[in-house]
């Protein structure tokens, strides 16, 4: 198993290194974190801009009327992202777990982007703050699962976190004994499982 998971973490490191060379054919570099284009995409970019009437009227009339559903889901998400910020740094500091660096899970950078007209942009950012909300909350939960109850589940569990493939068997209660304090040891440390980036 860890051969197959260390197989699995070579592929996500080509992967990314695969995305790094598309994304190097767009023109455009990072600046003290900002994102930098070169002033003939930029002015591209602007050109390829829906302007905010035309992508209202285009529109369709049902897209339209589930916005305030979707947009709704800023209150809760906004209640998970206080609540497991406040849990993290109550319980992580008395269990001895490294805190998660919530700045890791919030990037905003598509606002960035020329091509897109205000309220493309507002749903970018919609988009990335609830989706750094779960990955944020899916860190946390999984260094809190880590330490309490690092056991696989019997049954397949469906996109399992990436410290999940540690955990031990179901059933090897003499393993789980022997190997769980190392596995709350490495939260200290804010080290995962498999000894790479968090």
Same mark, same amino acid.
């Given at each position: 198993?860890?051969?197959i998971?260390?197989?699995? +973490?070579? =592929?996500? /490191?080509? %992967?990314?290194?695969?995305?790094? !060379?598309? *994304?190097?054919?767009?023109?455009?570099?990072?600046?003290?974190?900002?994102?930098?284009?070169?002033?003939?995409?930029v002015?591209?970019? +602007?050109? =390829?801009? /829906?302007? %905010?009437?035309?992508?209202?009227? !285009?529109? *369709?009339?049902?897209?339209?009327?589930?916005?305030?559903?979707i947009?709704?889901?800023?209150?809760?998400?906004?209640?998970?992202?206080?609540?497991?910020?406040?849990?993290?740094?109550?319980?992580?500091?008395?269990?001895?777990?490294?805190q998660v660096?919530r700045?890791?899970?919030?990037?905003?950078?598509?606002?960035?982007?020329?091509?897109?007209?205000?309220?493309?942009?507002l749903?970018?950012?919609?988009?990335?703050?609830?989706?750094?909300?779960?990955?944020?909350?899916r860190?946390?939960?999984s260094?809190?699962?880590?330490?309490?109850?690092?056991?696989?589940?019997?049954?397949?569990?469906?996109?399992?976190?990436?410290?999940?493939?540690?955990?031990?068997?179901?059933?090897?209660?003499?393993?789980?004994?022997?190997?769980?304090?190392?596995l709350r040891d490495?939260?200290?440390?804010?080290?995962?499982?498999?000894?790479?980036?968090?």
């Amino acid at each position: 198993m860890d051969a197959i998971i260390g197989k699995i +973490r070579a =592929l996500e /490191t080509e %992967l990314e290194e695969e995305f790094a !060379k598309q *994304r190097a054919g767009f023109s455009y570099g990072l600046e003290r974190g900002r994102v930098l284009f070169e002033q003939e995409v930029v002015r591209r970019h +602007r050109e =390829l801009q /829906t302007s %905010l009437w035309r992508y209202l009227v !285009k529109a *369709r009339p049902l897209v339209v009327l589930t916005a305030p559903v979707i947009y709704s889901l800023i209150i809760p998400f906004a209640v998970i992202d206080l609540w497991v910020s406040v849990y993290q740094s109550i319980c992580f500091r008395v269990y001895g777990i490294a805190q998660v660096k919530r700045r890791s899970y919030m990037v905003f950078d598509r606002s960035g982007l020329a091509y897109l007209n205000a309220l493309e942009k507002l749903n970018c950012a919609y988009c990335s703050y609830v989706n750094g909300v779960i990955a944020y909350a899916r860190e946390i939960g999984s260094r809190t699962e880590q330490f309490w109850c690092p056991i696989k589940n019997a049954r397949r569990v469906l996109g399992a976190h990436p410290r999940y493939a540690s955990f031990e068997e179901y059933g090897d209660a003499e393993r789980y004994h022997h190997e769980l304090q190392r596995l709350r040891d490495e939260l200290a440390n804010d080290t995962p499982p498999d000894g790479g980036n968090p």
